[in-house]
């Protein structure tokens, strides 16, 4: 455990979550035993391939699983999710918690003007009605949009960019603690990508949101976040820093997402994962990495690897050589 992290406040511990889905094929793991904190004013990033659980992390700590598929412990900004109330739950989504989706035209009402639905944003958060519509023009500076035809315009008249910085700018008006972005820049292209991913850090650095960052883009995740958990087949199975991970990543599927990189590839060829991961069901035994891992022995078919010494992050029977903390987990 770095004894540095554990100083800092922490704005959401996550301790071993489980989300089971009963399914006609058997119970989906879509999540399994993942423990991780969100320290304040961080941005974290979680990366993984399709139905590798990101999603289901995020709302499981948003409080919006069900109590019949969810088991385990997260705490937000003191609140226990899993036991409160649900006016508690809304309260906290209302007030502390936002959430940015990939999608910003889902969240937002198409036969509304920009200034209506931030109008009535204003409204759920409390502002008074004396006030909404200068604390809308303070959000706008804060997301770039400072032309006046934005707030008189519908969504489908905006760019998919200028869309996502509206959605961001209601997040805002909640002047959340934490920010919970799902994918918020797969939609879009490669520089509205990164002028989203910019506003984020710059919202980090001036309001010391805590950002939680899902995203498939190991790359983004490694160039923006201070720390990255890699998720695979519902299992945390790394999470560290950029450097910690680019240089000391244990996990072969780690190491095997920074070869499939274009920029991180260590080899001049990028090299892909061979196989798909496809979802866990009735938790079988083994790693669910081993058909797909150069490095899979005997052990690997038999038992799920044991959690790393400080039981936030979760081994490989046989973790890639190398590095000064090969026998210690990650820091979550
Ligand atoms: N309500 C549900 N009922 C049954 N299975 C579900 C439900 N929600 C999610 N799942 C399954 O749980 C697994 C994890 O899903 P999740 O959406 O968290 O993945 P993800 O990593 O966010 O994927 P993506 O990158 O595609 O968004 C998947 O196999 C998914 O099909
Ligand atoms: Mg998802």
């Not at 008189?152 to 209601?170: C, E, F, K």
């Not at 292209?189 to 919202?203: E, F, G, H, N, S």
């Not at 081994?315 to 903390?325: A, D, I, T």
């Amino acid at each position: 455990m770095n004894a540095q992290k554990v100083d800092i406040d922490t704005a959401v511990t996550v301790r071993d979550l489980s989300v089971n889905y009963p399914t006609d094929k058997g119970i989906l793991n879509a999540v399994s035993l993942v423990s991780l904190n969100i320290y304040s004013g961080e941005i974290l990033g979680i990366v993984g391939e399709s139905g590798s659980g990101k999603t289901t992390v995020a709302q499981g700590i948003l409080g919006l699983l069900e109590n019949d598929v969810i088991s385990g412990e997260i705490d937000v900004i003191g609140t226990n999710v899993l036991k409160a109330k649900g006016s508690v739950m809304r309260k906290l989504r209302r007030n502390y918690v936002a959430t940015i989706l990939q999608d910003p035209l889902g969240s937002l009402n198409p036969v509304r003007t920009i200034r209506s639905q931030l109008r009535e944003s204003a409204a759920a958060t409390g502002t008074p009605r004396g006030k909404r519509d200068e604390a809308i023009g303070e959000v706008l500076l804060d997301v770039g949009l400072t032309d006046s035809r934005v707030l008189r315009s519908y969504p489908h008249q905006l760019s998919g960019g200028m869309n996502q910085r509206v959605s961001i700018a209601m997040a805002l008006l909640k002047n959340p603690k934490i920010l919970i972005a799902d994918e918020p820049t797969s939609a879009l292209d490669v520089r509205t990508q990164a002028a989203i991913m910019k506003l984020l850090l710059d919202i980090r650095a001036r309001r010391g949101t805590s950002i939680m960052m899902v995203t498939h883009d190991l790359e983004l995740a490694l160039g923006s976040c201070d720390r990255v958990g890699v998720m695979y087949a519902g299992r945390l199975v790394e999470i560290g820093a950029p450097e910690h991970l680019r240089n000391n990543a244990k996990h072969p599927y780690t190491k095997a997402l920074l070869g499939a990189s274009p920029r991180f590839g260590q080899s001049e060829r990028v090299t892909p994962i061979p196989g798909r991961f496809t979802s866990v069901l009735n938790h079988p035994p083994g790693c669910p990495f081993r058909s797909r891992c150069a490095n899979a022995i005997e052990s690997c078919a038999e038992e799920f690897p044991p959690a790393s010494e400080d039981l936030t992050a979760y081994w490989c029977w046989k973790p890639v050589p190398g590095g000064e903390n090969s026998q210690q987990g990650a820091t979550a």
